[in-house]
Nanobody, 123 residues
Framework: QLQFVESGGGLVQPGGSLRLSCVAS????????IAWFRQAPGKEREGVSC????????KYADSVKGRFTISRDNAKNTVYLQMDSLKPEDTALYYC????????????????WGQGTQVTVSS
């Protein structure tokens, strides 16, 4: 059974950092591109970042470029999202998602979703 376990969310002050983790199981991880999405109250879900199946290609939303870094460890079936210089507008529920895509590019696809981890940026 395909499953994601997201962790690392929490409350942080503006300018602070968090690292989100997404541990996957139940499928061949190296066949999938992985993306992070977020949804704030009253707003549509948006793609934040994605990484290709082997990690050779990444993409970022303009709103997080230069502040967030996505990476993956295929030996651990894990994708990370390092978030630095956090702003109040980064407050949202963050989800990881997988797309069957064994190529070396990604495009914020989402065949399967995790349950999400809450990130709150506030003083």
């Amino acid at each position: 059974q395909l499953q994601f376990v997201e962790s690392g969310g929490g409350l942080v002050q503006p300018g602070g950092s968090l690292r989100l983790s997404c541990v996957a199981s139940g499928f061949t991880f190296t066949y999938y591109a992985i993306a992070w999405f977020r949804q704030a109250p009253g707003k549509e879900r948006e793609g934040v970042s994605c990484i290709s199946s082997r990690g050779g290609s990444t993409k970022y939303a303009d709103s997080v470029k230069g502040r967030f870094t996505i990476s993956r460890d295929n030996a651990k079936n894990t994708v990370y999202l390092q978030m630095d210089s956090l702003k109040p507008e980064d407050t949202a529920l963050y989800y990881c998602a997988a797309e069957l895509n064994p190529t070396d590019y990604c495009h914020m696809g989402h065949d399967y979703w995790g349950q999400g981890t809450q990130v709150t940026v506030s003083s």
